[in-house]
T-cell receptor, first 114, second 112 residues
């Protein structure tokens, strides 16, 4: 069965600095999708970024980018120029191309220090 | 933001009573999901639907049932609520198996 592991329960970063959140996953499949979701204090889940496993190029959305290492089964999220509004719980998620379900990691709580 | 609403947003109920949570979407997405979120467990899938009247179980389906009679509505029923079902419940939608999921605002349920 596929699993998603986020090894950092909490992290802190100074405002305007860069932070990287780690995620590893376990799968025997070659075709799948990876996501990062953000959950601010409002508790709503918001899609941050998405990566298709067949694409070698790392996805980027404004200040958010990923480092996708398929062989290492690693999918880290980099947040540049951190802002106070980035404070949230971040979830890494995996979705098989053969399944309708997404598997989530347990999350990393990110604190932004002013 | 995707048009997803959940009702009620907050509910307090007693052990043994049935509870129904509603998820409503205006996006005409085929796939709908119910998750529960608990500290230390992240998000866990309860049930999902891949079309009208087509549903399947997720990771933690015991004690829950679902129904989807219309594309826009996905109901989650706790047949006889227990204290272990105190949680925050999220509905999500997706337009394809490869797509991202878009989440509703959540329902906070307390079972006394």
């Amino acid at each position: 069965a596929q699993t998603v592991t986020q090894s950092q329960p909490e992290m802190s970063v100074q405002e305007a600095e860069t932070v990287t959140l780690s995620c590893t996953y376990d799968t025997s499949e070659s075709d799948y999708y990876l996501f990062w979701y953000k959950q601010p204090p409002s508790r709503q889940m918001i899609l941050v970024i998405r990566q298709e496993a067949y694409k070698q190029q790392n996805a980027t959305e404004n200040r958010f980018s990923v480092n996708f290492q398929k062989a290492a089964k690693s999918f880290s999220l980099k947040i540049s120029d951190s802002q106070l509004g980035d404070a949230a719980m971040y979830f890494c998620a995996y979705r098989s191309s053969r399944d309708d379900k997404i598997i989530f990691g347990k999350g990393t709580r990110l604190h932004i220090l002013p | 933001d995707a048009g997803i609403t959940q009702s009620p947003r907050h509910k307090v109920t007693e052990t043994g009573t049935p509870v129904t949570l509603r998820c409503h979407q205006t996006e005409n997405h085929r796939y709908m999901y119910w998750y529960r979120q608990d500290p230390g467990h992240g998000l866990r899938l309860i049930h999902y639907s891949y079309g009208v009247k087509d549903t399947d179980k997720g990771e933690v389906s015991d004690g829950y049932s679902v129904s989807r009679s219309k594309t826009e509505d996905f109901l989650l029923t706790l047949e006889s609520a227990t204290s272990s079902q105190t949680s925050v419940y999220f509905c999500a939608i997706s337009d394809s198996p490869q797509g991202a999921q878009y989440f509703g605002p959540g329902t906070r349920l307390l079972v006394l």
